[in-house]
């Protein structure tokens, strides 16, 4: 019956939506809404002196008193020698001092064959026929020969000598004496003379030298050579063996030339070389012998006219890093005819360390040595240069900040203040009073640098900005002025305090007003003694002279109604889904060691530090002992709309008044005493499950 | 001309095929609320059963979490007066099948049917509830003990076949179903104890716990993350057919397996007194990097595992006995006992036909899941071939919801053909 019932397609489709339809009601279960009271602890701490007061406030004797100490700084400043230095600028025109050409000689020759063809006639003939036997040879006179050409335009054009010389050397092979010889040399160009010479004499096989000078002489590179005349002495009739090969050689040669001008090959060459010992401006009366650089600059700016590449050199020898003196090797390109060229180069002395003394050349101070060369290197091109070009070097030390300086480093007085500083001991007290059973404050001096000072202490005031009260700390029981003396090296500050009279001062009234500023007033002055033949002082930047006041405190003291204030950083997002909360209590449940009563609040504000809700709670803490914990459980109650409040809030700011257990005999604190702290909470959670 | 209850009832008895009925309640119930046994006829019969049962959880609480959604405190507050050291019973749930029997010449008979399972039985340590429901709060310096606890809940589907013998003093019938879980929870708390300290100053725990939990992402129709099998068989016995009958059923006999359950165990003794800070002025960044989640559950050595798992069904076994007085009253005493958990349920109706439509029957029973309740089932034979019970268990829950514990309401009918 089942099969007949379900072949009706009617019956099957509404089988299969009815389960359909149920399916779907089968709901799912979900966990109900619930409102649960909550009980838990929510965090734990302990308060000791140690997480109270850092290990760098706080001394702690061997019986574990524990005193605060506190040093706050008054000034502290380096020296003004580190201030920026320069040097004059070092410029120097230079022309070029030398310039010189190398050495050149050119040969010319006459044969005997060619003095007979020459003289021509009988003689000449005889002469000529009898080549190779032997003859006498009758005296010839006023023979001349020429031009003999003498081509040096491979190595000049044209060249003007300030100095020089040509050296004529005539080499006679005849058998006969030569005498009565002229010789002369002449520009081709212009047929100029350059110069001539006589040689009343040159034997037969003999060779004879004149110097010709051409100091102030213009030299082309192509000449002519004339023999204006010479005598043949003869053989006085004595027959010698003839060989119409045998010569006259002329050999003409260019030596030391200095020159003023020339186109010419030029050879490797210095051109300039300069020496010079540079002081330091802006010094005032520093003597400094010796600085570090921990900035600065020497600028080169070069302006030249030779038409050549100049190589120049600028050499500092003393001025080192890592024993490598300072040395510059740059270059400049040829100037453009008739024109300069000018290159300007920038080269950083960090780390690089100058004795100032001058070294080598004088021994003084606030100079040093350097040394300028200039170089011409063969190119094996046609240049023309002259001593008229001229290399002008421009030499700066510039924006010279030294790190370290050696020396005398000066008598200047400074007069500082009144001057308040920040006092961060008693940031955190706002209101009361607490009478500490002793009080001690020192001044002390730390100096880190080679250089002795006086301070004259004149006035030394705490304030309170908040409250408006100030009180004059009286001075007595310490030098006026202090006296410090300059460190040994840099590694080791001289460094002393002095202490304020405490039993003739007012320290515990100038405490007692919680100050947040201290005001003070000095002169400062360095080098008293004004020792300015004292060369031996250095100084580095980075030490300093600090002026301090040492404040130690025995927390041993009397606190009525002392108000104590301190902000934590809060993040609400730290309580994980806040919103089921809808009421309850907070309990503070403290063991405590401190001789202390106490209240408490927290105040929770925002980020403009505005109050948002304040957890007054109920009781007080009761005073403990070091060998009692006192036991107190505070309570709070809240709402929703104080909870959301608190949501609001960034900061925590826990307010204290405390108060010793007696108002007449001071209490004392050791270093294991504390407070433990459990913060609880019994609230309402409505647990939704929407 | 075609009735058209014949094809209405079929789909009204769909209705009542998603909750858990056990074909071998058929022929106690037909005997007992209408004097009859088909033997000689097909039937499909189904049954619709919503149950909740408590010991000690009253009603308002119960209507408060099923059907508001939201307990209030007020009510909660009734449950923390409880004896914390004492046990308390919870089960809960909806059962239903649809069942065809066949009517063949000769003694056999098959059986061909599908049902849904969505129960979930609990015995707790009152402790552990009155924690869950009020909070610890109220329980300040007083140690709650939260085990030994156990809480088992299944969602499934099944589909069976089965064999029915059947002659003129027994009948005899076994089926076998494949189930389909969708949904699985269990909780077993060994002896476990929660201290809370006067003003919270610390919790002291002592944890010994498991907890399993299938996925729940797809609906329940749908999801299939375990996989099982199941036996019911039952036994009828009439010594002749105006006489007394006794009928012993074991039903949802069997297992289910999963390939992946998510399971979180702890087992620590643990002291809890918040979160330490090195130093209270610099509160922000202490608590952000003390009080987050993997912090506390390091705390608390929370482990976690994705394994897989068989677990057994929640077998029940039933004995009914009815015992007809006379022509218009029958007595019905059962007893029933969820395997391995919970106490024995008795129960005893006093059915009175009225009329060839109508009966009535008032009950009650007492143990089980729960303490004493009553109720009234009316049954109907509006004609030859349909059959309607309903068991309406409901009635202390709307009239004295805060002073009783339990309720429930049975929807059952049968096809002859």
């Known amino acids: 019956m089942i099969i007949k019932f379900l072949n009706n397609r009617n019956h099957i489709v509404s089988l299969l939506l009815l389960v359909l339809i149920l399916s779907s009601c089968r709901r799912e279960f979900e966990r109900p809404t619930l409102e649960n009271e909550i009980l838990t602890p929510i965090l734990t701490t302990k308060l000791t002196i140690n997480e109270i007061v850092p290990d760098s406030l706080r001394n702690t004797a061997n019986d574990g008193f524990v005193s605060l100490v506190y040093r706050n700084s008054l000034y502290s400043a380096a020296l003004s020698s580190f201030q920026e230095l320069e040097t004059r600028e070092f410029n120097q025109t230079a022309k070029l001092q030398s310039l010189a050409l190398s050495p050149r000689s050119a040969i010319r020759s006459i044969s005997l064959g060619q003095v007979a063809e020459a003289e021509g006639g009988v003689i000449g003939q005889l002469i000529i026929n009898s080549n190779g036997n032997t003859s006498p040879i009758p005296p010839l006179a006023n023979l001349s020969y020429g031009p003999l050409a003498v081509d040096g335009s491979a190595f000049f054009e044209t060249v003007t000598l300030d100095s020089g010389y040509m050296d004529v050397t005539i080499e006679n092979q005849f058998p006969s004496d030569l005498s009565n010889i002229n010789f002369e040399i002449r520009n081709e160009n212009d047929n100029s003379l350059v110069g001539s010479e006589v040689f009343s004499l040159v034997p037969a096989n003999d060779i004879q030298t004149k110097s010709i000078d051409l100091a102030g002489k213009t030299v082309d590179g192509n000449l002519l050579g004339n023999i204006l005349n010479f005598n043949v002495d003869g053989t006085g009739g004595n027959p010698v063996l003839i060989d119409t090969n045998d010569q006259i050689i002329v050999t003409i040669t260019v030596r030391d030339m200095k020159v003023n001008s020339a186109t010419a090959i030029f050879p490797a060459q210095d051109v300039i070389s300069l020496e010079d010992t540079n002081a330091m401006e802006n010094v005032g009366d520093l003597k400094l012998t010796k600085a570090t650089a921990k900035t600065g600059f020497v600028t080169v700016r070069v302006v030249s006219t030779v038409e050549d590449t100049m190589f120049f050199n600028y050499f500092i020898p003393e001025g080192k890093k890592n024993d490598v003196p300072f040395e510059i090797n740059e270059r400049i390109n040829p100037a453009p005819v008739g024109g300069s060229i000018t290159k300007e180069f920038n080269f950083p002395v960090d780390g690089y360390t100058f004795d100032l003394t001058g070294f080598p050349i004088i021994n003084h101070y606030n100079a040093f040595y350097s040394e300028l060369t200039g170089r011409i290197d063969s190119t094996g091109r046609l240049v023309n240069l002259s001593l008229d070009d001229s290399l002008l070097v421009y030499v700066k030390l510039s924006q010279f900040v030294p790190e370290y300086v050696e020396g005398y480093l000066g008598n200047n007085s400074i007069s500082i203040g009144p001057e308040a500083v920040s006092l961060e001991l008693f940031k955190n007290f706002k209101a009361g009073s607490i009478d500490f059973e002793e009080v001690k404050i020192s001044i002390g001096v730390n100096n880190g640098n080679g250089v002795p000072f006086n301070v004259d202490l004149q006035s030394l005031e705490a304030l309170n900005t908040k409250t408006n009260e100030q009180v004059a700390i009286n001075l007595t029981g310490i030098d006026n002025p202090l006296i410090i003396q300059e460190a040994s090296d840099i590694f080791s500050p001289w460094e002393n305090t002095w202490q304020l009279d405490e039993t003739s001062g007012n320290l515990n009234d100038a405490l007692n007003i919680f100050p947040n500023r201290l005001s003070v007033a000095m002169n400062v002055t360095s080098n008293p003694a004004n020792d300015s033949f004292n060369l031996t002082q250095f100084a580095v930047d980075s030490n300093k002279l600090d002026a301090f006041a040492d404040i130690e405190v025995p927390l041993s003291f009397i606190a009525d109604r002392l108000k104590l204030s301190d902000t934590s950083s809060f993040d609400p997002r730290s309580i994980k889904k806040p919103e089921g909360i809808l009421d309850g209590v907070f309990y503070l449940t403290i063991e405590n060691t401190f001789p202390l009563h106490a209240t408490i609040e927290m105040e929770f504000i925002d980020g403009n530090d505005n109050p948002l809700e304040t957890a007054i709670f109920d009781e007080q803490i009761t005073a403990g002992s070091q060998s009692r914990a006192s036991t107190s459980t505070l309570e709070w109650a809240f709402n929703r709309e104080q909870l959301n409040r608190i949501l609001k809030s960034s900061a925590i700011v826990f307010n204290i008044e405390a108060n010793t257990e007696s108002l007449s005999e001071y209490s004392k604190i050791y270093s294991d005493q504390g407070i433990s702290l459990t913060l609880s909470s019994r609230f309402n959670y409505l647990f939704d499950n929407e | ?417």
Not at chain 2, 217 to 246: C, E, H, I, R
């Open chain 2, 1 to 417: 001309m075609n009735n058209p209850l014949k094809y209405f009832i079929p789909s009204l008895l769909m209705l009542f095929a998603f909750s858990a009925f056990s074909q071998g309640d058929k022929w106690w119930n037909e005997y007992h609320y209408f004097g009859s046994k088909s033997t000689n006829k097909s039937s499909l019969w189904g049954s619709f059963d919503y149950q909740l049962k408590s010991n000690r959880l009253s009603n308002k609480i119960l209507n408060e979490a099923i059907f508001d959604g939201r307990i209030m405190k007020e009510t909660a507050d009734q449950f923390s007066s409880e004896n914390s050291n004492s046990t308390t019973y919870l089960s809960g749930g909806i059962m239903g099948d649809l069942w065809f029997r066949t009517n063949r010449k000769g003694a056999w008979n098959f059986l061909f049917g599908f049902g849904a399972n969505d129960m979930l039985y609990s015995s707790l340590k009152t402790g552990l509830g009155q924690i869950y429901l009020n909070g610890n709060g109220p329980y300040e310096d007083q140690e709650l003990q939260l085990g030994p606890s156990r809480l088992n809940y299944l969602s499934y589907q099944s589909l069976g076949f089965g064999l029915e013998y059947t002659n003129e003093k027994f009948t005899w019938g076994v089926s076998t179903q494949l189930i389909k879980t969708s949904r699985y929870q269990e909780l077993r708390m060994n002896s476990s104890t929660f201290y809370t300290a006067p003003n919270g100053a610390y919790l002291d725990t002592s944890l010994d716990f498991e907890y399993y939990s299938s996925a729940s992402s797809q609906p329940k129709s749908s999801a299939w993350y375990g996989t099982g099998a199941s036996v019911n068989t039952y036994f009828v016995y009439q010594n002749k057919p105006d006489g007394a009958m006794l009928s012993v059923q074991l039903s949802d006999v069997g297992f289910t397996t999963f390939k992946g359950v998510n399971g979180y165990a702890i087992t620590k003794d643990s002291l809890f007194s918040g979160v330490e800070i090195n130093n209270i002025l610099e509160l922000d960044d202490a608590l952000q990097t003390n009080a987050d989640l993997d912090s506390i559950e390091a705390i608390l050595g929370l482990t976690t595992s994705h394994n897989s798992r068989s677990i057994a069904l929640p077998g029940r076994l039933r004995i009914d006995f009815v015992h007809p007085i006379n022509e218009k009253l029958s007595l019905a005493i059962s007893a029933r006992q969820a395997l391995f958990l919970g106490l024995p349920e008795f129960r005893l109706g006093m059915n009175f036909i009225a009329s060839r439509f109508i009966a009535f029957e008032p009950h009650l029973s007492f143990a089980g899941f729960s303490r004493f309740d009553y109720g009234l089932a009316v049954s109907s034979n509006p004609a030859d071939f349909l059959q309607i019970i309903i068991k309406y268990d409901l009635i202390e829950s709307q009239l004295n919801a805060s002073n009783s514990t339990s309720q429930a309401l049975y929807l059952g009918g049968q096809l002859l053909f």
